[in-house]
């Protein structure tokens, strides 16, 4: 990874942060995203003491807001010239430890939706311009495997709410808006790929609710290397991904209409950049 530019999303802890130290040691450049400034200079800190690695850059912005997300890829175009990986990793869980009622986020979206999937929306199409001047890159959309269909009439659940709901449907958003850019960027260079790093790894949001972890946070870090660096993977794109097992997904995101349905919605609640249809 020696010369290779690497972004991820939450990574001041859990599965973010484990990888971004595999990937300090292997040599890359890393830009490092949290919402609080206090972890996340303890978290370069700790990686530079832990691999020698001082070329770790941080990047401050809470995705439950819009604006921030958007100034953060402003400061990244801003900091550097390529972007060889972007890890899409940041999100929330079902309930703890956040809380388990419906919250809205400071643009008025459902929480989840919000941070899980419209601000990792936005930040990848705001960020595309570097991926495709870097290319060959690749997008990494950490999901689950953890997936409802999206109720266009009522995307922001505000008739009947649960966790567990919203939590699946934004990790299907991802999904299905992985599959449709990755159509959209043919040919450029440009890959995109969803993965479920691994069942209930022992991460604050398994451990905060109570949920007995399956799978070792290495399982995680693992497969999301295989994804970010695997030469297997060199011009593969549009594909979901259980740890290295090609896998099922809900089949609403097999559908163009969906898929297109929700691009057009993504943009009007982000105002972020278009990319044409093929």
Known sequence: ??????????????????????????????????????????????????????DVRTFLADFAELAQVRRMAA????????LDVLVDNAGIGSGLPDATTRQTSVDGYE???????????LLTQELLPLLLASAPSR??????????????????????????????????????????????????????????????????????????????????????LWMIESPELDGVSGHFYDRRQETWVELQAHGADPRRRLWDLSRDLTAAPDVPTP
């Open 1 to 54: 990874m020696t010369d290779r530019t690497v972004l991820i999303t939450g990574a001041t802890d859990g599965l973010g942060r484990a990888v971004a130290e595999a990937l300090a040691a292997e040599g890359a450049s890393l830009l490092l995203h949290g919402r609080s400034a206090e972890r996340l200079a303890a978290t370069a800190a700790g990686i530079t003491a832990a691999t020698g690695n001082a």
């Open 139 to 224: 997008v990494v959309l950490v999901s689950s495997i953890g997936q409802a269909p999206i109720d266009f009439d009522d995307v922001m659940l505000e008739r009947r709410y649960s966790g567990r709901q919203a939590y699946a449907q934004s990790k299907l958003a991802q999904i299905s808006y992985g599959f449709e850019l990755a159509a959209r960027l043919e040919g450029t260079g440009v890959t995109v790929n969803s993965l479920h790093p691994g069942t209930y790894m022992p991460t604050k949001i398994v451990v905060s609710g109570k949920t007995h972890s399956v799978d070792t946070l290495e399982t995680g870090v693992e497969s999301t």
């Open 75 to 82: 400061e990244v175009i801003a900091s550097t010239d390529r």
């Open 111 to 121: 929480l989840r939706f919000a941070v899980n999937y419209l601000a990792g929306f």
